[in-house]
Every structure is written in structure tokens, then in C-alpha cells.
């Protein structure tokens, strides 16, 4: 082959043996970035799922502080239908009791509209409506 004077081949060997060093070189240094980028990652990584498994916990302490609170809420308000429940009942009881000492016509009439009185005010059985309600573990 011979030389020409564009393209001496001594100048162009000498090159490409040094970029094929400086390519060998940057090998070593691209490695150890990517190594480096893979661990940032993993880290990276490691903190979302802790951030996630936190949101995670927070949000089962609110369900369960919600579950707790609703049934609570849900109780009292069954105590309070028994209370008042509870009420008509006495009020009935009386009712009948005191209409058994009226004249029989009267405890008639009376006995007939405290039985129609009930049968408008409907169940009165507290057992019905605990048996409704939902304790905070079945929420």
C-alpha cells in the first residue's frame, strides 16, 4: 500500500490505538455509572415501597378508626330506638293496667285503641335491631 500524503498510516494506527484506549478506559467509567445508577435506583426503589407501605398502614388505621367510630355511632343510635322503645312499652303497660280498672265499656273501647296504638307504632323488640348491627371488625 502506498502513503499518500492526506492519509500518512502511521498518524491513523496511532489514533485508533488511542481511542481504542480511551474506549476501554471509558468502559470502566461508563460500568461503574451504570453500576452507580442501578444502585440510586434500588434506593430509589426502597424508598417509594416504604412511602407506599406507610400510606398503606395510615390509611388501614383510618378504616379502622372510621369502623370503630360508625359502629359506636350505630349503637348509641339503637340505644337511644331502645330507650324510647322502652318508653312506649311502659306507657302501653300503664295504659292497660289502668284500663282494667275502668267500667267494662270503657276498657273495652280503651284496651281496642291501645291495641291499634301498637299495632301503628309497630315492633318494639330491641333484640331485632341489635341484632342489625355490625361491630367494628365486620365493617
Excluded: Y
Aim: glycine share 4%.
Amino acid at each position: 500500500m502506498a502513503r499518500t500524503p492526506e492519509c500518512p498510516a502511521p498518524t491513523i494506527r496511532g489514533r485508533i490505538a488511542t481511542i481504542t484506549r480511551e474506549l476501554e478506559k471509558a468502559t470502566v467509567e461508563i460500568a461503574l455509572l451504570v453500576e452507580e445508577g442501578e444502585r440510586q435506583a434500588e434506593i430509589e426503589r426502597q424508598r417509594w415501597e416504604a412511602q407506599q407501605e406507610r400510606w398503606r398502614r395510615e390509611e388501614e388505621a383510618r378504616r379502622v378508626a372510621k369502623a370503630l367510630k360508625d359502629s359506636k355511632e350505630e349503637l348509641r343510635k339503637i340505644i337511644d330506638a331502645w330507650a324510647a322503645v322502652k318508653r312506649l312499652e311502659d306507657f302501653f303497660a300503664d295504659a292497660e293496667r289502668r284500663a282494667r280498672g275502668l267500667p267494662d265499656g270503657q276498657r273495652e273501647r280503651t284496651i281496642k285503641r291501645l291495641r291499634q296504638a301498637r299495632a301503628l307504632i309497630g315492633s318494639t323488640n330491641a333484640l331485632e335491631r341489635f341484632d342489625a348491627w355490625r361491630a367494628p371488625e365486620e365493617r
